[in-house]
């Protein structure tokens, strides 16, 4: 009987009902970036905190420019975190410096620019507008207010604002510590000395390095060989993870035994066979409530499923919604053959157009153990179950690799 193969989102679907967020922590904002919110974050201070002078120049009374010139006289000096306590009367203004608090008698600043200074006068030649020059309290936020929105992945923008904001620590879901077992007897470390047959493993240090750069912990737990126990103590020894992902030993052959050890250890299957190429052979199960991806061994296959599942299974676990991988549309600049059951995720190089859509070409040879052409592929075409030949100039569906 032939197999079934479940479509790509139906099985992203089934992922998506299994896994958690981790649970949340208090960390020091400085170490936030990439950290995933679990709460909104509310402003403890108003910002502007005053109404502060946009400008260097002098703070006025609009209602002292009647006539003009006019020659008003200079009674002190509001400087940024130095300011002046006085009240202005009719005729009276300050210096004032960008960032100082505009006394509440002064309802303008004229630029210094504008003005002509002696002996403790200033001269004002131009009208000026009521507030010209002013950053009145609160107009950017309000203490009390709901800023940012959990759950939310905080960049450098979001560390300046929630520092402004007067929160010097955050409450963020945890990193979540995800496991990299890499399995099969030909497989090495980088460095180990390399006989007849053997390859060196691109799965272990490349999952661990798309994880790290999904923000969560890489844990590389080494090379195990085609042995059933020897995979079940290493499926065993993963119980204090978030995630365990292996690669290899997940397909039909005699010596892959990844599931069947799985199966023993406890694991509660999800799917195995998905309509998508590369990466038909992709195992996604539970041991104890623990996600588990067993990845198909060629390390392009290893690497489109990461894109397409493990990165919005990571997010997950970040405590975001995990949404498929981002995707824009390009101008293909070559042909696409036909395609047969299986949602193809082609691999080609995009670029950008001075005009128009970028452009994306696909890579002649696709096949899924050639490791340089995955790293010259800068995205992946998504060309659907049973879709039409496209010709140069369609319009297609691109997932960027970042
Ligand atoms: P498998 O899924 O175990 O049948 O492996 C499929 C192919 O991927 C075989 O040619 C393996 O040698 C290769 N392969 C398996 N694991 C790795 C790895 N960690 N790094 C590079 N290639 C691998
Ligand atoms: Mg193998």
Redesign the pocket.
Known sequence: MADTLLPVADARHLVHSTIKPVEAEHIKLRHALGRVIAENSVARVSHPPADLAAMDGYAIRTSDLVSLPTKINIVGESAAGQPWKGKLNSGECIRIFTGAIVPETADAVVIQENTTAENGLVQINRPLIKGKNIRARAQDFYKGEAILKYPHMLNARDIGLLAAMNLPEVKVYRRPRIGVL?T?N??LQPGETISEGQ?F????PGLCAFIESKGAQAFNLGIVPDNLSKLRDAIKRSGELDMLVS?????V?DH?LVKRAAIEEGLQIYFHKIAMRPGKPLLYGTLKNMPFFGL????VSAMVCAVIFLGPAIAMLSGLPGDAPESLTARLSNDIAANNDREHYIRAVLQRSESGLPTVTSLTNQDS?LIKLLSEANALICHAPHAEALSNGSPVRVIPLT
């Open positions: 890499s099969g030909e497989i390859i493993s691109a799965n272990g690669s290899g030993g997940v397909s052959g892959d198909p061994g060629n390390p153990a």
